[in-house]
């Protein structure tokens, strides 16, 4: 498998593609890549916390599966090992959709008889991203009112894996 590229790369939003084919007369639509996040909501579901912490985009920005699982990971780890299993509740809004695509070019010695330059370069896929709008949230983290500093170092945590400039925004439930 080819090195990742940067975030900068993918960063800029395009015409969201979806689209699969199973067929074999369309068979430049491969599969798409499996998606890299594990789990969309953890911690206690069912119980209602006293604060909830959004992580707000800033910017209009593809973000990618990868970067997405990364924050997940990181600020779960937080979460976990400060309020206990079921002392918070983590919750990803964003659903990568948006299949990346990638000219493949060769280069280095017999790179002539590979590559076909932009002649029919459709690409392949290479990775999954989310398209994000300004303001949009990214992530929720339900916290109590004593694990409130927590909290905010979960988000923190989020906002620092985020290609884009993030704000947290703190409500206290009713």
């Given at each position: 498998m080819a090195k990742l590229r940067k975030a900068v790369s993918y960063r800029r939003i395009e015409r969201p593609y979806t689209r699969k084919s199973k067929y074999r007369k369309k068979n430049l639509v491969r599969a798409t890549p499996q998606n890299l996040i594990v789990k969309y909501e953890m911690g206690d579901l069912?119980?209602?916390f006293d604060y909830?912490?959004?992580i707000n985009s800033k910017e209009a920005i593809?973000?990618?599966h990868n970067a997405l699982e990364a924050a997940?990971?990181?600020s779960n780890r937080v979460l976990e090992k400060k309020t206990g299993k079921l002392g918070f509740k983590l919750k990803i809004r964003v659903?990568?959709?948006h299949i990346l695509r990638e000219n493949p070019v060769a280069t280095g010695a017999g790179a002539d008889r590979m590559s076909t330059g932009m002649k029919k370069?459709?690409?392949k896929p290479v990775g999954l991203a989310a398209q994000v709008r300004q303001g949009q949230t990214l992530f929720e983290v339900h916290v109590d009112?004593?694990?409130l500093v927590t909290g905010k170092e979960a988000?923190?945590?989020i906002t620092s894996k985020m290609p884009c400039k993030c704000q947290v925004v703190i409500e206290k439930n009713d």
């Open positions: 069912k119980k209602r909830r912490l959004d593809q973000v990618r997940r990971k990181s659903y990568p959709h370069s459709f690409g009112k004593n694990h988000a923190k945590r």
